[in-house]
């Protein structure tokens, strides 16, 4: 009975010391880390989240789990982890974070919100090439776009895809070409009659 006494006592004892044990302030970060270098993704963004919940820095944890969400192709929830980690200090950590907003953005195609966020890492550090390349492509695409739709909104054509003209009225009508030789049957390609 003394035997059975004293292992109860110790069990009870060595419960309460596992209570009293300091908490791991970057357990879940780590976790996620180790599921991240493994390609475990989907893990890697479940430990990052409670990273979020629980662990000392919210910074990294919201940069590692913009990561993870990013590499499932979940840009606009990796658009925000990515925004909720720029809280830093640390000019590296703050060029990472933008230069990586900015790739996320870019891939929802929020290219001008891009090009800022490009602009942000490439004054956290002047020298991040890739920033560079990727702040010049972004820009590159945007004016592409611009000229597009300026193109778009000022070309009118019919469902046909007719060209189309505007009588004084306002009225729509079918632009000719060669109006005589049509009428005559004939087509004036090569300049001779």
Same mark, same amino acid.
């Given at each position: 009975?003394?035997?059975?006494?004293?292992?109860?006592?110790?069990?009870?004892?060595?419960?309460?010391?596992?209570?009293?044990?300091?908490?791991?302030?970057?357990?879940?970060? @780590?976790?996620?880390?180790?599921?991240?270098?493994?390609?475990?993704?989907?893990?890697?963004?479940?430990?990052?989240?409670?990273?979020?919940?629980?662990?000392?820095?919210?910074?990294?944890?919201?940069?590692?789990?913009?990561?993870?969400?990013?590499?499932?192709?979940?840009?606009?929830?990796?658009?925000?982890?990515?925004?909720?980690?720029?809280?830093?200090?640390?000019?590296?950590?703050?060029?990472?974070?933008?230069?990586?907003?900015?790739?996320?953005?870019?891939?929802?195609?929020?290219?001008?919100?891009?090009?800022?966020?490009?602009?942000?890492?490439?004054? $956290?550090?002047?020298?991040?090439?890739?920033? @560079?390349? $990727?702040?010049?492509?972004?820009?590159?695409?945007?004016?592409? @776009?611009?000229?597009?739709?300026?193109?778009?909104?000022?070309?009118?054509?019919?469902?046909?895809?007719?060209?189309?003209?505007?009588?004084?009225?306002?009225?729509?009508?079918?632009?000719?070409?060669?109006?005589?030789?049509?009428?005559?049957?004939? $087509?004036?390609?090569?300049?001779?009659?």
């Amino acid at each position: 009975i003394f035997v059975i006494i004293v292992l109860l006592i110790s069990g009870v004892i060595q419960a309460q010391d596992d209570t009293t044990k300091p908490r791991d302030p970057w357990k879940n970060t @780590r976790d996620g880390n180790g599921l991240y270098k493994s390609k475990d993704f989907a893990g890697a963004e479940k430990k990052y989240k409670e990273a979020v919940a629980k662990d000392t820095s919210k910074t990294t944890s919201n940069y590692n789990l913009g990561n993870a969400l990013y590499e499932q192709k979940k840009y606009d929830e990796a658009e925000k982890a990515y925004a909720d980690a720029l809280d830093s200090q640390n000019p590296d950590t703050l060029n990472k974070g933008w230069y990586n907003l900015g790739n996320s953005l870019f891939e929802q195609g929020k290219l001008e919100e891009s090009v800022t966020a490009y602009k942000e890492a490439l004054k $956290n550090n002047p020298n991040d090439e890739n920033a @560079r390349y $990727n702040l010049a492509m972004a820009q590159k695409m945007l004016k592409a @776009r611009k000229e597009k739709e300026k193109e778009d909104k000022n070309l009118k054509k019919d469902p046909k895809g007719k060209d189309q003209m505007e009588d004084s009225a306002g009225n729509k009508k079918e632009k000719k070409d060669n109006e005589k030789g049509k009428e005559d049957g004939k $087509n004036n390609k090569d300049g001779n009659g």
